[in-house]
């Protein structure tokens, strides 16, 4: 039985991480990349330099002790830091916003590109796992396990007992699977794309400050920056891809300067390649995939964004796609490693729990865009934090259960719903008993008592 031969078609960090787990349990792995190896320092310009690390992405790093060496580089953030702006070209005072009740819980901020290399460079070091790069999937046959792939070299055929995707949001995987079998498949993109920016050290210092994300909300667009082990900050933006603030509306140096001095007037002195960055960085899409099935014939199996890719807005891209590995890892354990068995199991395991955070991805979204900078939102946040330190265990935010725990995030879903629907109640009674006393007080008044 373990002497099968598994493929993961994607050596990102699913699937390097995912290898791992397999190697562990006496597979022979093959590896499949389409881009060159990454350890030879070869990055796609403009592709996402760094992600937040939370609890669900820590806990799979736990289980084959890379969470030591990882978390070496991480930069933990405690909370947002709100830029916001009172007038056009006026930046007004940066205001901090806690993650957790306790102000001490982190989300880490991690270098892409060293936790890919830290994961392929551990999954190659285990016995039985090789790789194969500049290989770009263009056959599949569920049913057989055949592949071809198309190679500097020419097209070249190779064989495994099980395929699995972990090729990301164009998936190769799935687009197979769509060609040669029952699969149905629809991509959500929204109408906004993102690009990324830098703002450099300053003296060999931070330039803001490290232990938080930095948002700046605009309304219909924004801004966010996380730090960097160089001391630099990675800066995305999130616009609209139509309208007047549109990426496409800018179209030069003068026009990019003058929209940054008007809306991001505190970035502009930080940023000194602003205008440079802004033109060579290509404009990236955002989209929820979704398809059905993620299996088929026991033999070709796809996991994270290959099944299930998500916008980024709640930092759980990569922190859900280690919980799918660590769920197949769990199946695979309880079905004796049969994969007829294990590969329907794990989707029917993990599909309301993606579906969930997908849901929840671009709810965070709006929050992120359009309330974070409101004061209400802010006295909001404050009174939930409260509510965590008085009923502990007992109220817990979304916040804390989707970046802080393992909760499923189809029960996280459901907790957040009740609390909400007791919490409404809750200042239902209020209302009515301020009224009875508002009214009990008049009538005193009135009577003379």
């Known amino acids: 039985m373990k002497g099968k031969q598994i493929a993961v078609v994607g050596a990102g960090l699913a699937g390097c991480l995912l290898a791992c787990f397999l190697a562990r349990r006496g597979y022979t792995v093959h590896l499949y990349e ?51 702006v009172t007038a056009p070209g006026v930046a007004g005072e940066p205001a901090f916003q806690a993650y957790s009740s306790d102000g001490e819980r982190a989300i880490n901020s991690i270098s892409r590109g060293n936790l890919n290399n830290a994961l392929l460079t551990a999954a190659t070091a285990l016995p039985g796992v090789s790789a194969s790069f500049d290989h770009r999937l263009v056959g599949l046959d569920p049913k057989t396990g055949e592949m071809q792939f198309d190679t500097p070299a020419g097209r070249v055929t190779a064989q495994a007992d099980v395929v699995l995707g972990t090729d990301g949001f164009s998936s190769a995987v799935r687009g197979q699977l769509l060609e040669h079998t029952g699969l149905t498949e629809s991509l959500d993109f929204l109408d906004y794309g993102y690009k990324e920016l830098t703002i450099p050290a300053r003296g060999g210092e931070f330039a803001l400050d490290p232990g938080a994300l930095h948002i700046w909300p605009r309304g219909s667009s924004m801004m966010i920056a996380l730090p960097n082990p160089d001391r630099s900050f990675t800066c995305t933006l999130f616009w609209p891809t139509g309208g007047t603030s549109a990426f496409a509306s800018l179209t030069s140096p003068a026009a990019i300067r003058r929209h940054f001095v008007e809306h991001y007037p505190d970035v502009v002195e930080l940023a000194p390649n602003l205008v440079e960055d802004y033109l060579l960085n290509p404009v990236g899409v955002l989209g929820t995939v979704r398809c059905e099935p993620w299996q088929a014939y026991g033999r070709v199996g796809l996991l994270g964004d290959a099944a299930h890719a998500i916008v980024p807005f709640y930092g759980q891209g990569a922190n859900c796609a280690f919980e799918d590995v660590v769920e197949l890892d769990r199946v695979l354990d309880e079905t004796g490693d049969d994969w007829d068995r294990a590969l329907p199991e794990f989707e029917a395991r993990r599909r309301a729990n993606t579906e969930a955070i997908a849901q929840m991805a671009l709810a965070n979204f709006v929050e992120m865009r359009d309330k974070v900078a409101s ?11 409260a509510l965590e330190r008085a009923l502990p265990g007992k109220y817990v935010s979304r916040y804390e259960l989707v970046s802080f725990s393992t909760t499923p995030y189809a029960q996280v879903q459901r907790r957040v719903r009740r609390q909400q629907r007791l919490l409404g109640a809750a200042a239902g009674v209020a209302v009515v008993a301020l009224g009875a006393i508002g009214a009990a007080l008049a009538w005193r008044k009135g009577s003379g008592a």
């Open 34 to 84: 389409r881009r060159p190896d990454p350890r030879t320092g070869k990055v796609e310009r403009g592709r996402s330099i760094n992600l937040a690390l939370s609890e669900r992405g820590l806990d799979a790093l736990r289980r084959i002790g890379l969470d030591t060496t990882v978390m070496a580089d991480a930069l933990p953030m405690r909370g947002r830091m709100i830029h916001p």
């Open 375 to 385: 004061p209400v939102f802010a006295m909001q946040k404050k009174v939930e934090h």
